[in-house]
T-cell receptor, first 115, second 115 residues
Framework: KQEVTQIPAALSVPEGENLVLNCSFT??????LQWFRQDPGKGLTSLLL?????REQTSGRLNASLDKSSGRSTLYIAASQPGDSATYLC??????????????FGSGTQLTVLP | KAGVTQTPRYLIKTRGQQVTLSCSPI?????VSWYQQTPGQGLQFLFE???????NKGNFPGRFSGRQFSNSRSEMNVSTLELGDSALYLC??????????????FGPGTRLTVL
C-alpha cells in the first residue's frame, strides 16, 4: 500500500528565505507526482506536476524535483513571501486496477512566512 | 476556461439524514474523483468516475456512493449520516486520456457539518 510522508509538518521562516519541503513515498510505481497548495478552508491549487519519467519542474519561484528510485521529492521555494503561507501537499498518482488511478496524499507541511 | 465547481459550498445536516453533493468538472475532462478531508485522517480517496462508470473505489462504507452523468458532471451521496462524516469533500477532474498528463484539478470543496 502506497504511503506518502511529508517533513516537516510545520515550518516558520522569515520573509526572503529560500526553503525546501520534503516528500517521500514508499512505492516507486507512480504515474506522476503533484504538489498542491491549500489555503485554510479552501480547495487545492495545483502548483507543479512531475511525470514519473521527469526529474524536475519549475514554475516561477517554485522548483520541484523527483527521485523515483529513492521515493523522494522536494519542493524548493525561492525568496519566500508572506503570501506563500499555506499548507503544501504532495500527492502521487498511482495505478490501481486496470486503468483506474487515484491520488495518495501526504499529510502536508504548514508553512508560515513571517513579514 | 471555468474551473471545477462544487455545490453547495456549505451544508449542515443532522445524523441519520442523507446528502447529495454535486461536482461539475472542467470542460472536456472525463474523469472525476472525490476525496474526503478531515483533520484526523487527512485527504482520503473516495471514488473515481470515468465515462459514467465507477472505475475505482476507496475504503469507505457503502453509505458513500456516487454517479456520473453523460456530461461528466458527478454527484456524491452519503446516506444515514454520522457525526464522523463531517468533513470537506473535494472533487477533482482530469483529462485522463492515454496521452494526457493526468493532472488533477480540484474544486473549492463542500464543507459538510453533521450535527
Amino acid at each position: 500500500k502506497q504511503e506518502v510522508t511529508q517533513i516537516p509538518a510545520a515550518l516558520s521562516v522569515p520573509e526572503g528565505e529560500n526553503l525546501v519541503l520534503n516528500c517521500s513515498f514508499t512505492d516507486s510505481a507512480i504515474y506522476n507526482l503533484q504538489w498542491f497548495r491549500q489555503d485554510p478552508g479552501k480547495g487545492l491549487t495545483s502548483l507543479l506536476l512531475i511525470q514519473s519519467s521527469q526529474r524536475e519542474q519549475t514554475s516561477g519561484r517554485l522548483n520541484a524535483s523527483l527521485d523515483k528510485s529513492s521515493g523522494r521529492s522536494t519542493l524548493y521555494i525561492a525568496a519566500s513571501q508572506p503570501g506563500d503561507s499555506a499548507t503544501y501537499l504532495c500527492a502521487v498518482l498511482v495505478f490501481s486496477s486496470g486503468s483506474a488511478r487515484q491520488l495518495t496524499f501526504g499529510s502536508g507541511t504548514q508553512l508560515t512566512v513571517l513579514p | 476556461k471555468a474551473g471545477v465547481t462544487q455545490t453547495p459550498r456549505y451544508l449542515i445536516k443532522t445524523r441519520g439524514q442523507q446528502v447529495t453533493l454535486s461536482c461539475s468538472p472542467i470542460s472536456g475532462h472525463r474523469s472525476v474523483s472525490w476525496y474526503q478531508q478531515t483533520p484526523g485522517q487527512g485527504l482520503q480517496f473516495l471514488f473515481e468516475y470515468f465515462s459514467e462508470t465507477q472505475r475505482n473505489k476507496g475504503n469507505f462504507p457503502g453509505r458513500f456512493s456516487g454517479r456520473q452523468f453523460s456530461n461528466s458532471r458527478s454527484e456524491m451521496n452519503v446516506s444515514t449520516l454520522e457525526l464522523g462524516d463531517s468533513a470537506l469533500y473535494l472533487c477533482a477532474s482530469s483529462l485522463a486520456g492515454a496521452s494526457s498528463y493526468n493532472e488533477q484539478f480540484f474544486g473549492p470543496g463542500t464543507r459538510l457539518t453533521v450535527l
